[in-house]
Structures are given as structure tokens and as C-alpha cells.
């Protein structure tokens, strides 16, 4: 099998968000959720997203996964490697953004590698080397609050310094429109003089194609959610139809909701879902170790009636109080750990249609219930995280990032999948 495409995403929810936007340009790509997982692919998958939690684990472990991942998607043929982080660049002084393209520099061979975490789509653009969201310096934005890796700098070249060994330059917007073949001559006089790693300029679509251009047969790139739809745009026929996988196979049953992330757009949504539906609002400082069975007690009641929602997630304050109490990192590893065995509750009482709030919370639900590959959806008003698992039975999901979705998001969302349902006993009376 030969990939056009394997993507490496330091989170589950941007993984399946880059498999959508893949998706809606017509490419058939799956989501993994393990380099071993690889083995199992569908031969007709253009592309792959390998979705881990890279994000926050130390550095040298980021190193090594991300390496056994390359690794795997060479074994296979991957035409391009691309490592795919937020396109707010969430990371930390240690790493893993910088740390992860130089291991796959080692892997591959390559002697370039860009940072292109624009996506205009979304009002997040880059220009001389540093990061806008919306009109705000992402240092200026909310995401200088960021709980767990506050943005404080704009700079990029400025955070990855002290996450890399390797220089890091700027390929700007000025070079940019030089045209593709004064770009690349810029970019191989800088490799000569000893820098191979750039942040990269985008404000809008049009710089985004031009970067596709310049980069298509670079054995690696990392950047956001944007650039990989704009590098099959490089691959694909002119004519070629896009993609519209609005629709899932069916998973009938129970229906819930579980929510970890702590940002505003998720704290507006679990308040607006219990406004209809009941809501286990799991107190991290509070609950001891019978919370488990209190959910199983709770859920065995509620589940049957209509949907329900377990949530950790907490305003500010909230969050304070419970990193004060548990730490920080400890926190964040009990609402996971409650989170993912909340999931396996729920299933085992029937529960087969089912959103996820917050990347990680995603990441650590795909574990419990020990889900290996998942078919994705087009990208559309879900935001890309529409999938379907096979195993460990039928499925269906939505996954999220925090920060997206209107305050009604969780309700329209179990909508979606319950349409896949009606469509089939539409199908079945005809």
C-alpha cells in the first residue's frame, strides 16, 4: 500500500479534525490510533492520521513515539510525513512541537522542514513569523489563559528555540510572493548557510496554496489543521469530486455526552445539554474512590430514558481549585482517568452514540474502550469530528476540541448520528 499522505496529530480531536478537512477534499482517510494499528488499514485509504496524545507527554518520549510512528508510515509508503499540532501551537517551553519534526528530520532523511500552523478558515494566520488569532497576537488572545500551555509569545521561532537544536528561520510573506521558484531558491541558500526549519507566513488561503506548492515533495512538514486538504489539492485531478461522507453507519442505542475540557465554548455547552438532560458534574477535589459507582448507579438510571452527560469540566476558579488541591498534572490525570472509565460504564449499559468534549478527554476515551481505527466523516458544521467504530462493536461518535461548537453543539451533534439510523430504516421499508 502506498499513502499519499500519513499524519502524525499530537491529539485525537485535531487528528480527526485534519481526516475531515482530508475527507471534504475526496481523500479516503481513516483514523488510527496507534503506529501498530497501521497493519490494519483499509486499502482504500489514500491518506492516515495517526492520533496520539504527543501534546504533553515529556519531550523524549515525544521524540521516540513520533519516531516509531515515522517509522511505521515509511514501512508503508507514505509519500509525505506531516506532524499536526494545534493551530494555536500549543506547546511548552520543553516541547512538542520542535522536539517531534526534528525526529522525524532523523527518520526520514529530510534536510527541511517548515512550522505552517496558519488555518484562515478559522481567523488564525501567521505573518512575519508571528501568530495571529483573529485581529489579537496569540499572546494577546485567550489563549494566554490557557490552563495547561498558556501562549505567551507570538514569536514562533522565539518558542521553538528552546524546544530545538537546529536554528529556526522565517520564510515570509514577502518571499512567499516572490513566486514558487524564488521561494525555493531562498529556502536551499538558508539550508546552505545552516538553517533547515521555518515558520512560515500565511494571512489567507491563497498564501496556504502556495505554501502545498513549495513543500509537495518535502518528506517532511508539521503545521495545523489547514495545510494537509491544500497539499492533496496538489495530488488530486482538477476534476476530482469532493468529498461528502455526511453520513455514518448506523449505531443504534443509548445516547451521552462526556465532557473534559474546561474551555468556555464546552463549560456554554454542558450548561445548555442540562438545561433538558441530566448532567454527574464530577468534583475532582471532592470525589473520592466510590465515585465510579456512583456514575454506574446514576447512569443505570438515567441512560435508559434519553441522554445523558458526565462532565469534569470547570470554569476557571474550578480549575484553580483543583490544581491548588491535586496539582496540576495530577488533575488533569484523575478527570482523564474518571473520564475514560465513565466511557466504559456507559457502554457497557448500552450507550452507542456518544460526543466528546476536549482532545485529550478524547484521547483517553479511545483508550478505555480500547478503539483502534475509526472511520471519518466529511468536514462540515461538526467541525470534523463526526466518526464510526466497528470494534469493539458499532459506534458512532463526535469528538471536539474545547474551544468549538456553539452553546447547543452536544444536542445537534447526537442529531447527526441519529440520522444514519433513520436513513437506514428508511432504506429498510423501501
Not at 478537512?21 to 482504500?44: F, H, I
Not at 452507542?352 to 482532545?359: C, F, H, I
Request: glycine share 10%.
Amino acid at each position: 500500500m502506498a499513502l499519499e499522505l500519513g499524519v502524525i496529530a499530537d491529539d485525537l480531536t485535531g487528528g480527526m479534525m485534519v481526516a475531515s478537512l482530508l475527507e471534504r477534499e475526496g481523500v479516503r482517510c481513516p483514523l488510527v490510533t496507534s503506529a501498530e494499528a497501521l497493519g490494519d488499514l483499509d486499502a482504500e485509504a489514500d491518506a492516515v492520521v495517526v492520533g496520539k496524545k504527543l501534546r504533553l507527554i515529556p519531550a523524549a518520549d515525544a521524540r521516540n513515539e513520533v519516531s516509531a510512528i515515522g517509522r511505521a508510515l515509511k514501512a508503508i509508503d507514505a509519500k509525505r510525513i506531516y506532524y499536526k499540532y494545534c493551530a494555536t501551537f500549543d506547546c511548552t517551553d520543553e516541547g512538542n512541537i520542535g522536539p517531534a519534526a526534528e525526529a522525524l528530520l532523523a527518520v526520514t532523511g529530510g534536510d527541511r522542514v517548515i512550522f505552517a500552523p496558519a488555518f484562515p478558515e478559522y481567523s488564525v494566520t501567521v505573518f512575519q513569523g508571528r501568530l495571529f488569532v483573529g485581529d489579537k497576537l496569540l499572546s494577546e488572545s485567550f489563549k494566554q489563559y490557557d490552563p495547561v500551555t498558556p501562549m505567551t509569545n507570538a514569536n514562533l521561532v522565539q518558542v521553538l528555540k528552546p524546544q530545538m537544536t537546529e536554528p529556526v528561520g522565517v520564510i515570509s510573506h514577502r518571499v512567499l510572493h516572490r513566486g514558487l521558484a524564488a521561494a525555493r531558491d531562498y529556502v536551499d541558500a538558508q539550508i546552505a548557510s545552516g538553517t533547515r526549519a521555518f515558520v512560515i507566513d500565511s494571512v489567507d488561503d491563497d498564501d496556504v496554496t502556495r505554501v502545498a506548492e513549495l513543500v509537495d515533495d518535502w518528506a517532511v512538514t508539521t503545521g495545523g489543521d489547514a495545510l494537509p486538504g491544500f497539499l492533496a489539492r496538489q495530488w488530486l485531478p482538477a476534476d476530482h469530486p469532493p468529498g461528502d461522507r455526511t453520513v455514518l453507519p448506523a449505531a443504534p442505542g443509548h445516547e451521552a455526552v462526556i465532557a473534559g475540557s474546561c474551555a468556555p465554548p464546552t463549560l456554554r455547552q454542558v450548561d445548555d445539554f442540562e438545561t433538558r438532560h441530566p448532567v454527574f458534574r464530577i468534583d475532582l477535589v471532592e470525589s473520592g474512590d466510590g465515585v465510579l459507582d456512583e456514575i454506574r448507579s446514576w447512569a443505570a438510571e438515567h441512560v435508559p430514558r434519553g441522554p445523558v452527560a458526565v462532565s469534569t469540566s470547570a470554569d476557571v476558579a474550578g480549575v484553580e481549585r483543583a490544581q491548588n488541591a491535586l496539582g496540576r498534572d495530577e488533575a488533569a490525570a484523575r478527570a482523564d482517568r474518571l473520564l475514560g472509565e465513565a466511557a466504559k460504564i456507559l457502554y457497557e449499559l448500552g450507550v452507542r452514540k456518544l460526543v466528546v468534549a476536549g482532545g485529550e478527554t478524547s484521547g483517553q476515551v479511545f483508550g478505555a474502550l480500547g478503539i483502534r481505527q475509526v472511520e471519518v466523516g466529511s468536514f462540515d458544521d461538526l467541525s470534523g469530528g463526526y466518526c464510526f467504530s466497528h470494534a469493539p462493536g458499532p459506534l458512532a461518535m463526535v469528538v471536539k476540541a474545547g474551544g468549538l461548537g456553539n452553546a447547543t453543539f452536544f444536542e445537534y451533534a447526537l442529531e447527526r448520528m441519529r440520522r444514519s439510523e433513520q436513513r437506514t430504516e428508511a432504506d429498510n421499508e423501501r
